[in-house]
T-cell receptor
Framework: KAGVTQTPRYLIKTRGQQVTLSCSPISGHRSVSWYQQTPGQGLQFLFEYFSETQRNKGNFPGRFSGRQFSNSRSEMNVSTLELGDSALYLC?????????FGQGTRLTVV | AQKITQTQPGMFVQEKEAVTLDCTYDTSDPSYGLFWYKQPSSGEMIFLIYQGSYDQQNATEGRYSLNFQKARKSANLVISASQLGDSAMYFCAIEKAEAAGNKLTFGGGTRVLVKP
């Protein structure tokens, strides 16, 4: 059974640009959550999607958005990138119980 | 609101010895779940063990066991017979029971380095 797949693995963007990250959950998992990991703030919950609807949201500005498709794949978008958005972005899928994480997308904003 | 505190930023352990990683938590939810994850340098978070707040027995998974003391709000992870591959960051996390793995609050992590 394939695990959670995140693409791309690495990304370099310039301040002011926008970026889209992709997450394919484990087959059959309908919930997808996104987390941001930085050295200063640690791991922080961004949002969670279930059946194409945002069900939970963390405390992040509106520049951070996401969506989920009918096949449960999810995308996360960050607009008007700032240097502080440089982080490892982790996606997790769950059915009922523990969350399974992907390897993350490391975003560097220069 | 929920909060996880991991007071050990880093620790060394000798190969084949046991190590205990501390985790204390604070939550107003009557029913919750506690998780431990391992994050090697590759970045992926690997699920290790889960403890439900109403579980009567401490959870165990192979070399991992959880020392759950509900009254003290602590959920320490014990890794027995440490291996070199155990060198990684370890995170404790909590969420409401009904969240079912969807909205975790993490602690700051503990870096473990296993010495040969």
């Amino acid at each position: 059974k394939a695990g959670v797949t995140q693409t791309p693995r690495y990304l370099i963007k310039t301040r002011g640009q926008q970026v889209t990250l992709s997450c394919s959950p484990i087959s059959g998992h309908r919930s997808v959550s996104w987390y941001q990991q930085t050295p200063g703030q640690g791991l922080q919950f961004l949002f969670e999607y279930f059946s194409e609807t945002q069900r939970n949201k963390g405390n992040f500005p509106g520049r951070f958005s996401g969506r989920q498709f009918s096949n449960s794949r999810s995308e996360m978008n960050v607009s008007t990138l700032e240097l502080g958005d440089s982080a490892l972005y982790l996606c997790a899928s769950s059915l009922q119980g523990e969350a399974f994480f992907g390897q993350g997308t490391r975003l560097t904003v220069v | 609101a929920q909060k996880i505190t991991q007071t050990q930023p880093g620790m060394f352990v000798q190969e084949k010895e046991a190590v205990t990683l501390d985790c204390t938590y604070d939550t107003s939810d009557p029913s919750y779940g506690l998780f431990w994850y391992k994050q090697p340098s590759s970045g992926e978070m690997i699920f290790l063990i889960y403890q439900g707040s109403y579980d009567q027995q401490n959870a165990t998974e192979g070399r991992y066991s959880l020392n759950f003391q509900k009254a003290r709000k602590s959920a320490n992870l014990v890794i027995s017979a440490s291996q070199l591959g155990d060198s990684a960051m370890y995170f404790c996390a909590i969420e409401k029971a009904e969240a079912a793995g969807n909205k975790l609050t993490f602690g700051g992590g503990t870096r473990v380095l296993v010495k040969p």
